[in-house]
């Protein structure tokens, strides 16, 4: 999804070189290739959440199980990307001055929570690396589990530091507003440095060393959380009822 929004942000990008009076073509580009990473970094929480069931001993971090691990971290991935989007349309190309302002100011909020939740999350990463190192030194781990596991948290702190890096050129880029005295909005060579090859590099390195090499079987199957199983529940309740109700209203019409 994070590809096929790069994708069509550049798509409209260069649409937009040939009509460079559309505003519109103009913002939607813009709001692609802003969010677009959002994607990246809400894969890289559900890799890791794979990697901890699959790999750790104890399936947990600290006291974090890898289903909540995962829905606290794609939560806040999501409260990122609405943030986001919300700034990244105010600020759009047709947008008047002080809606730009607004929107960046916005979109700034959103993005330097997103750094703060890698770091968090980075935390935890960090953490679950040096109890897999202590597994491998007391022999905790199966001989089919030594390897993986290095590979996968190599990719994801390539992912992170990609990401982190694209983060840092869009807080400096935005910081002094899109007057003409801020020279890094409409400088493109930097965009292409900073913005394009950081994700491109953060969605590669998923290529290179993808997850499905190296989870397999079945404790690749991530287990339900609470919140499904409980959401499972009562929609099977809800249709038991349901089921009831109808023999008991068939029952009474006989």
Not at 1 to 10: K, Q, V
Request: glycine share 10%; aromatic share 12%; hydrophobic share 45%.
């Amino acid at each position: 999804m994070a590809a096929l929004w790069e994708t069509g942000a550049y798509a409209f990008r260069a649409l937009g070189s040939k009509n460079q009076q559309s505003s519109g073509i103009a913002t939607v580009a813009q709001i692609l290739v802003l969010v677009a990473p959002i994607w990246v970094n809400a894969f890289a929480y559900m890799v890791f959440a794979r990697i901890v069931h699959f790999y750790s001993p104890t399936r947990k971090v600290w006291f974090f199980s890898p289903s909540i691990l995962a829905l606290i971290f794609v939560t806040l991935d999501i409260t990122s990307f609405v943030i986001q989007l919300v700034g990244g349309g105010m600020a759009g190309p047709g947008a008047s001055a002080d809606s730009q302002k607004k929107g960046l100011n916005i979109y700034m909020g959103g993005i330097g929570m997103q750094e703060g939740f890698i770091v968090l999350f980075s935390g935890l990463v960090i953490k679950f690396h040096r109890d897999q190192l202590q597994a491998e030194r007391f022999g905790r781990l199966t001989a089919d589990k030594i390897a993986g596991w290095r590979w996968l948290i190599r990719a994801l702190y390539a992912c992170l530091l990609a990401i982190t890096t694209r983060i840092i050129y869009r807080l400096a880029e935005f910081s002094a507003g899109l007057g003409t005295s801020n020279p890094l909005p409409s400088n493109e060579p930097v965009l292409y440095v900073l913005e394009s090859t950081p994700m491109w590099l953060a969605i590669l390195v998923w290529d290179i060393v993808h997850p499905g090499r190296f989870l397999r079987g079945e404790d690749a199957k991530m287990p339900p959380s609470w919140l499904s199983r409980h959401l499972c529940y009562c929609r099977r309740k809800r249709r038991c009822d349901e089921c009831n109700g109808k023999l008991g209203h068939v029952g009474a019409h006989h």
